[in-house]
């Protein structure tokens, strides 16, 4: 990877705060906004603007599930200008406005990761929100595959999630929860047919605070259809320094009705 994408995605990560131009960045690494353009979202998956509104949006919700800041507190710490810009773009991608994004049953299924901050529920609670989850109205297939995690990780909780976008902002289409040691084969029912990322997370069980999360996602789109036997094969490890934050709920609207009354607590692993 060219090292004018590993510090523009340095520049961004670190002054999301700022008013961030491609131009303004483009110049700092000392390349064309065009090329620069080009050459970081060949490498990184993301344009810059979409690179830098999911990393403004993984802190804004960062900071709507851990501190008691008011959202237009949160607004100007993350970048934006006006309360209302910003509730309308987050509602938007999110599919929740800022103050439905702080009820307890969306923290309570928080998945994170990024290089500094990782959340995952847990496995009771996946598990319990799964069975929650209504039935698509449309057909649907199943979607299978394999994640391996290094053995030296020992025994780990993973998530396998599917979404539509290669920057996930909402809850997952579908998604299992399991356990892994080395290898293991998943399969999750449910999804209809389309083009589909997959994200994949794992934890150590009995994890310590400061233990690694290991992660991974599809560059490319997985296509589904019923009728399609699709396979996805993911190795997990540490997540890269120009990876994008992923930050989402496993609680959807039908979810959110049926756990919201319950207990739980998050893991911290970082």
Do not use: W
Request: glycine share 8%; proline share 7%; with cysteine.
């Amino acid at each position: 990877m060219e090292e004018s994408v590993r510090r523009a995605a340095e520049i961004i990560r670190s002054r999301y705060s700022e008013s961030l131009t491609l131009n303004g960045v483009a110049a700092e690494v000392f390349v064309s906004p065009y090329h620069f353009s080009r050459i970081f979202s060949r490498a990184v998956g993301l344009t810059p603007g979409r690179y830098l509104t999911a990393v403004r949006l993984f802190a804004a919700k960062r900071l709507l599930l851990t501190t008691e800041l008011t959202v237009s507190d949160i607004v100007c710490s993350v970048g934006y200008n006006s309360v209302g810009t910003f509730t309308s773009r987050f509602t938007r991608l999110v599919g929740m406005s800022p103050t439905q994004y702080r009820d307890p049953a969306v923290a309570r299924l928080f998945v994170a990761v990024s290089q500094d901050f990782s959340r995952m529920p847990d496995p009771e609670e996946m598990m319990e929100a799964h069975r929650c989850r209504l039935p698509p109205e449309r057909p649907t297939t199943v979607l299978s595959g394999a994640i391996e995690i290094p053995r030296s990780a020992g025994v780990a909780d993973a998530v396998v999630c599917v979404f539509s976008e290669a920057a996930p902002q909402r809850s997952p289409i579908a998604f299992q929860a399991l356990s892994v040691l080395g290898r293991a084969e998943f399969e999750i029912p449910g999804v209809p047919g389309g083009s589909h990322h997959l994200l994949a997370m794992a934890v150590p069980r009995g994890a310590r605070a400061d233990a690694s999360v290991l992660t991974a996602m599809t560059r490319r789109h997985v296509r589904t259809e019923p009728g399609l036997n699709t396979y996805v094969s993911l190795s997990l490890g540490a997540p890269e320094g120009t990876d994008p934050p992923v930050a989402v709920t496993l609680a959807d609207a039908s979810t959110l009705m049926a756990v919201g009354a319950g207990a739980g607590a998050l893991r911290q692993p970082v």
